[in-house]
């Protein structure tokens, strides 16, 4: 059928220009090393400044390379892919060496016996003396801290998802961008940007003047963590109701359906996948506080299983107090490793809550397919 | 089960701005009455305000009466849910529910409305607005599956077959096919000529072939420029209106001299 009219061009085709071997990345990598360890060799060698010696230098020695044998325009584009890559990694060594770091130093606290199971209460500064001087084990545990902290934030979100989500809802489906909408859209601003001991004060304060002065409880703490979460679960939700497309209301309203049952039956399902990993990152963001909840909540080291009555711990305020009153002033390596035992839970629950936020996403959302 | 529309008079506005002027219009029962004009003359405004939908806008407005076999739509104390619920609609894009499987698409006007309905009743109902909008034979095996999976045409189908699942009386259509191919195109005029013998519809249409093929009924809406009101400019049975209209401008549209 078909033939080739003019026979295929034996040298270089014209429309190539020179490459780098596919190797050259590698080679140019490998040379970057060496003549970066022998510079620091000469200077004083560490890992750090040979890291950065070695990228500069591959950086330099891939770019002139490239301009040398393909030219300014494949140069330039391996520059940008240089500062991109680089800056990806720059970004990425903090997270990395935050995990790194917890992971080793908070996995022994972890596999203690009872770590999981067992609360401070009873556990003195002997036992401690005891398991630095004797090589005991390591005594006490975050169970009533890890209780704490569940019932704290699993109070704020029954508090902050409901007020948040009929706020949203109001703001875009019935707000209108009037006066009371543009005021509460201020509102909701400021209160993104309060600072999380205001919030912390503001709850203590409010519970002492309404219950009584000394009014210290897992669900002041519960209201304190609200105050910080109702603006997070009002903008996510707010941006993910706003795009529901138009048309799905009217195609709803055209079928003589009620305005609340439109929103209640077709607007929230469709966006219910990012309304649910929107509180589940409002939850990750306030389990962490301290500050509000050591004002509000406490600090106890037995099991509370009552968020209404009584101090109540958590695994913030845990990790606060181990390391800045270990139970044991004379040894306080086994308060280090509790708190970084803590640490490494508080950090196991928020990816889970994160993985959890993907799930919801991906069991609500629209389904596609045929 | 289906009653006409007389317009009398109808003045349509965007907030401060008048969109559509003085339109008097009669719609006759069971019958299909097109809409054409240029673009952003109106057209599918007016259509809005048929059944209400025009006031889910911000700011938008009506003065003047439209009547549903006598009953004024915009009368005092009348509810736009109810009218609604008597005046189905398709919109240009096909806009099937996402979360909603084939079958409960279909159901949506009735399940949305928490009305109660036994299984026997919805299988009855799914099947007669399916095959009422030609879609059955094709989706028949797979109800259960996503309405979003479907091709562009099935789901503007299936958007009618949604719409007479409420049995309305009137079905008002905005550009249906214009998202279309030319294949589902003709699949929707088909069944727009089915439709006529039960319902009342009314199509707005930028394809002047596509209006010549369906409608009994012709209006021609025109506008002066731009920031001007929309008018209606003529009136009447479709094959006059293409082959000897009475004003100039819709001839000159009509032939394609301008538009």
Sequence with gaps: MTSTLTPVRSKRSALTKGQ??????????????????????????????????????????LVSWSAASEGSRKAKDKLATCLVVGSFLVALLPLVSVIWTVLVNGVPGLLAPGFLSTSMNGVTGVYDNRAVEEGAPVLGGIYHALLGTVQITLLATLISVPVGLLTAIYLVEYGNDGRLARAITFF?????????????????AFFFAVVGPGTKTGAVAAVALSVLMIPVVVRSSEEMLKIVPNELREASYALGVRKWRTIVKVVIPTAISGIASGVTLAIARVIGETAPILVTAGFATSINSNVFSGWMASLPTFIYTQILNPTSPANPDPSNQRAWGAALVLIILVMVLNLAARLIARVFAPKTGR | MSKRIDVKDLNVYYG?????????????????????GPSGCGKSTFLRTLNRMHEVLPGARVEGEVLLDGDNLYGAGVDPVTVRSQIGMVFQRPNPFPTMSIRDNVLAGVKLNNKKISK???????????????????????LDKPGSGLSGGQQQRLCIARAIAVEPQVILMDEPCSALDPISTLAIEDLINELKDQYTVVIVTHNMQQAARVSDKTAFFNIAGTGKPGKLIEFGDTHTMFSNPAQKATEDYVSGRFG
């Design chain 1, 20 to 61: 780098l071997p596919k190797y050259a990345p590698y080679v140019v990598l490998a040379a970057a090393l060496i003549i970066g360890a022998a510079i620091m060799a000469l200077v004083g060698f560490n890992a750090f400044g040979w890291g950065i010696v070695s990228a500069l230098l591959f950086a330099i020695g």
């Design chain 2, 120 to 142: 026997g009743e919805a299988d009855v109902l799914v099947e007669r607005s399916l095959k009422g909008a030609n879609l059955w034979n094709e989706v028949k095996d797979r």
């Design chain 1, 188 to 204: 909701v601003d400021v209160m993104t940007g309060i600072p999380s001991i205001v919030a912390g004060l503001f709850a203590a």
């Design chain 2, 16 to 36: 401060d701005f008048l969109a559509v002027e003085d339109v008097t219009i009669n719609i006759e029962a069971k019958s299909v009455t097109a809409f054409i």
